[in-house]
């Protein structure tokens, strides 16, 4: 409700200004009343209080028409209602107009609570009522003024269902926006921790070893291995200046001569993800966990030739992910990669003893669902081992060429 | 007539007491009934007044007008003042939400009374007799429990309950 602050000179849903027409229909409802009030008041020979109280009300309602805080919004309705019920009866009715008006703006004034209209046209009519009992008019006259008047709050209320409506809508909208932000960051977040838990766990592995062949005395292989962390080192700081370069390119779609590269959003989301030589599969993270000291039994094709672009990488990440929590959690136990073809689909399968979950674990499963395809990936203990499976299905030009 | 007079204070005196024990002592209260009582009382208060003879005049709106206005002002009034709690044990019928108004309650009862016997006096000597029929007390108790019944509505403690369409928002 208090969103509305500022803007209730909007007089439509959605927080549009009120549009002329509606604008046009207020300011030549004023010119009626007012060119009836002034002839009917000369020939009724209306008494000083009735031009004075009636000329407040309509110009309250002229009022309305500039006013553009709420608080002047307010004020005039509440004077259109306070100076036209008590015209109403010496005007035959016509001042009934600036009230009908003014409990519709209370009713639609979200500030307000519900019930506010109901009670001001209450007010109303029971000013009418006792002006009507002096001035002795109809019971008639009295109940059709009523009647207007609660026509009056059925309008203000109806309009006040439309704001919230629309207010729900915008804050529906906002949720969003807040989902689609939190999506994006828990995107970057894994990314980032994809490409730093593989290579500085490789590289505390690697400096591990130096060190220990270092207490040994074997300098050559210490070299050797210090080389090798140097790589890994170069190597994680490529990806991770790929992955932030390729999320500063997501963050700004609307600057088009800096995206080169990303030439569409599918094509920047997967360019945001750290991608290892994707063309060598999972050749490279099995050389690499091998060069960390681990072991590793391979079945199939490392390279996933099957697979298309989006899916081998996907799978390149998910395998990365799986082997660097091998070598966390169950260092120096063999692990084993089985890349085996199913039909239409290829079934990856990383089992090592005994893991524990992260966030990791969390960050395959999202990276499956992105891909939007059949592809799935489990990741569970089963009996002794830490088991990661996934099902992918093959590029559509390798199923069909294995088909003829 | 005197007998009938005494047994009318006697009734009167015994539905204060109640409405004051009702008010300052824990109730069960069901969110989604808050709206029953107010909608038979107007349905039978219209239905009264329908079958009344009386004339009506000007006068008889202004009384109605402003006893509306006071029994809606109280209503809002109890509706707000309410408390609520949550009991671990649901009743019979499964309510687990109770609620009271205290002696504040107690005391708007009273006002309210005192404010239609008042009412009632002066208008029936301003010649508004509607006001004394039995169909606009229970409008006019209708109203009150309504004005009651939109506040609780929106003030109803609704943590373990699921969003439900509110007749009135």
């Known amino acids: 409700m208090t969103l509305l602050t500022g803007q209730d000179e909007a007089d439509l849903p959605g927080g549009r200004p009120r549009s002329s027409a509606a604008w046009g229909l207020n300011a030549l409802g004023i010119a009626i009343v007012a060119f009836f009030f002034v002839r009917n008041g000369v020939l009724l020979h209306h008494p000083a209080w009735v031009w004075v109280l009636g000329s407040v009300a309509l110009a309250a309602w002229a009022f309305r028409e500039f006013g553009r805080s709420d608080r002047v919004l307010v004020v005039a309705g509440v004077v259109m209602i306070a100076a036209g019920s008590v015209t109403v009866v010496p005007t035959d009715s016509l001042m009934v107009v600036p009230v009908i008006v003014g409990i519709v703006l209370i009713g639609a004034n979200l500030r307000f609570p519900v019930w506010a209209a109901a009670v001001t046209a209450l007010v109303a ?4 009522a006792v002006t009507a009992t002096v001035e002795h008019a109809s019971l008639q006259f009295v109940l059709g003024t009523s009647g207007g008047m609660l026509l009056g709050v059925l309008i203000g209320f109806s309009r006040r269902q439309f704001r919230v409506a629309a207010e729900r809508a915008r804050e529906a909208e906002r949720e969003q926006q807040r989902a689609e932000l939190l999506a994006d960051r828990s995107r970057a ?27 040994a005395g074997r300098v050559e292989d210490a070299t050797k291995r210090a080389g090798e962390a140097r790589t890994l080192a170069a190597d994680g700081l490529a990806e991770a200046r790929r992955a932030v370069h390729a999320l500063r390119e997501d963050a700004g779609p609307e600057e088009p001569a800096t995206s080169t590269r990303a030439t569409g959003p599918g094509e920047a989301i997967r360019a945001s993800r750290p991608a290892t030589d994707p063309g060598a599969g999972l050749t490279a993270l099995v050389d690499a966990h091998r060069s960390f000291g681990g072991e590793i039994v391979t079945q199939g094709d490392e390279t996933l030739a099957d697979l298309d672009a989006a899916h081998r990488a996907a799978v390149v990440q998910v395998v990365r992910e799986a082997l660097s929590n091998a070598r966390r959690h169950a260092p120096g136990r063999p692990v084993s990669l089985s890349v085996i073809r199913d039909g239409d689909a290829v079934d990856v399968v990383v089992a090592n003893p005994l893991a524990g979950g992260g ?28 088991v990661v499976a996934m099902h992918v299905p093959v590029a559509p030009v390798t199923a069909e060429e294995d088909r003829s | ?72 002002g109280v209503g ?14 649901p009743d019979s019928k499964g309510r687990t939400v109770q609620s009271r108004t205290g002696w504040l309650g107690a005391a708007l009862w009273i006002v309210l009374i005192v404010v239609r016997i008042g009412l009632d006096v002066l208008g029936g000597h301003l010649g508004a007799h509607l006001l004394t029929s039995t169909g606009t007390i229970l409008l006019v108790l209708a109203l009150n429990r309504a004005a009651r019944a939109l506040v609780i509505d929106q003030r109803i403690p609704r943590g373990d309950r699921q969003a439900r369409g509110m007749m009135v928002r």
Request: charge should be negative; proline fraction near 1%; aromatic fraction near 6%.
């Open chain 2, 1 to 72: 007539m005197s007998v009938q007079l005494i047994a009318n204070i006697l009734i009167g005196i015994a539905l204060v007491v109640f409405l004051g024990y009702r008010q300052a002592t824990w109730q069960y209260l069901d969110p989604t009934r808050i709206w029953r009582t107010p909608l038979i009382m107007a349905v039978v208060g219209v239905v009264v007044l329908a079958q009344t003879k009386a004339t009506v005049t000007t006068t008889d709106v202004v009384f109605l007008g402003i006893e509306a206005l006071i029994t809606i």
């Open chain 1, 189 to 215: 977040a894994r990314d980032i921790h994809d490409v730093l838990a593989h290579s500085l766990g490789g590289l505390v592995l690697q400096l591990d070893a130096v060190e220990a062949l270092l207490e």
């Open chain 2, 76 to 89: 809002l009034t109890m509706g707000s003042i309410t408390r609520f709690r949550t009991v671990g044990t």
């Open chain 1, 125 to 128: 009519i029971v000013v009418v």
């Open chain 1, 359 to 386: 966030h990791g674990l969390l960050g395959m499963r999202e990276r499956f669902q992105e891909l939007g395809s059949s592809a799935t990936v489990e990741a569970e203990r089963s009996d002794d081992e830490f």
